[in-house]
């Protein structure tokens, strides 16, 4: 999980460095929020958290353990990748305001 959240500042470092680069802080977050909305929405989807009580309840019995488990994984993965490119992203467009 550490390792996500580290390429999750890594891409973030990565759009910095354009931005200032650049000169331009619209750079930051449009595309940290791109990359944070992408890998939040993967970690929505792997969860299940998208669906109605039907399909979630069929979607449980249909899978075993192990694919939950590593579907959990995964989603976790993804939502540490996603949280520091949202947040950074929420932070310079209301501190630009």
Known sequence: MRNSFILGLSCLLVVALIAIFLQDPVIVYTYAGI???IFTG???????SNVSGDRA??????????DRAARGKWATYCFMIGLPNLLLAAVVYFSSL
Do not use: D, V
Request: no cysteine; glycine share 10%.
């Open 57 to 66: 309840r069929a979607n449980y019995w249909i899978s075993t353990a192990k």
């Open 35 to 37: 990359f944070g909305l």
């Open 42 to 48: 993967a970690a929505a989807i792997l969860t299940g």
